[in-house]
């Protein structure tokens, strides 16, 4: 499914993911892939975005890669950490064998797949693209706890101008691990305004973790963000694994 804010829209989107928007939720990532059993280096980034994160690893010292479906969001990725880090692919395509000591899927990514056969596939390549004993991190979407509440951010434009970029967004539960995530996106300086809606499945970390496993991952954890608590009331959860050594 094509998305406008992903696609003739990226250079925009980019504005409200400045480098210290998701400051907490980056660090989480980076902290579990350093201290991953195999000491984590060569890390791929699935559904990188804007390069944000590709970013944030390349200056921490990784050998950051990343893929990315819309075309959009893979040209402002590039301008981040050149265009030999990031292809535009999708995770469906994930075909490399024992690669990367480390791979992530944040933003609910994993949850823009059509449903649990999909994601299971999808699961089974990043378990064949890790090296033994590499970690797999990915950030979901958790629909149970969902209630519908209107959520605002606002980041300065391109001039520097604060305020400049509004964003308003929604996330509701259409089943059990099923949701809609609702998004306006306005500039004003320059004069741009689109809205969307992306369906979101398998919204259910627990099921998500269950997948993990089925595909052959172990030492499968779920944390309710990026605090490192249970899963308790959040709507945007984690997925934690390994990669077998055997």
Avoid at 31 to 43: K, P
Avoid at 115 to 143: F, N, T, W, Y
Avoid at 157 to 166: F, T, Y
Avoid at 187 to 199: D, F, G, I, N, Y
Wanted: aromatic share 8%.
């Amino acid at each position: 499914m094509r998305f406008r804010l992903f696609e003739e829209y990226a250079h925009s989107y980019d504005l409200h993911t400045p480098a210290h928007h998701y400051r907490h939720d980056h660090a989480f990532v980076l902290d579990r892939l350093t201290s991953a059993g195999n000491g984590a280096r060569r890390i791929l980034d699935v559904g990188c975005g804007t390069g944000v994160f590709l970013a944030k690893a390349q200056a921490a010292g990784f050998d950051a890669y990343g893929i990315e479906p819309a075309g959009g969001m893979v040209a402002q990725a590039a301008a981040k950490v050149g265009a030999a880090r990031v292809r535009q692919a999708a995770m469906e395509e994930i075909n490399e064998v024992e690669r990367f000591d480390g791979i992530c899927a944040l933003s609910w990514v994993i949850n823009y797949a059509a449903d649990p056969d999909s994601v299971l596939d999808i699961l089974a390549r990043m378990h064949k693209a890790l090296e033994p004993g590499g970690r797999l991190i990915l950030q979901c979407a958790h629909a149970p706890n969902m209630v519908g509440k209107v959520l605002e951010d606002r980041e300065p434009g391109p001039d520097g101008k604060p305020d400049d970029v509004v964003f308003l967004f929604q996330f509701a539960a259409t089943g059990p691990d099923r949701a809609l995530a609702r998004y306006v996106f306005a500039s004003k300086s320059m004069a741009e305004l689109v809205w969307e809606e992306h369906p979101l499945s398998v919204a259910d970390a627990r099921l998500v973790a269950s997948l993990a496993r089925q595909a052959g991952f172990e030492g499968v954890k779920v944390f309710d963000s990026w605090r490192g608590d249970p899963l308790g009331s959040g709507i945007s959860a984690w997925v934690v694994a390994e990669r077998g050594i055997r």
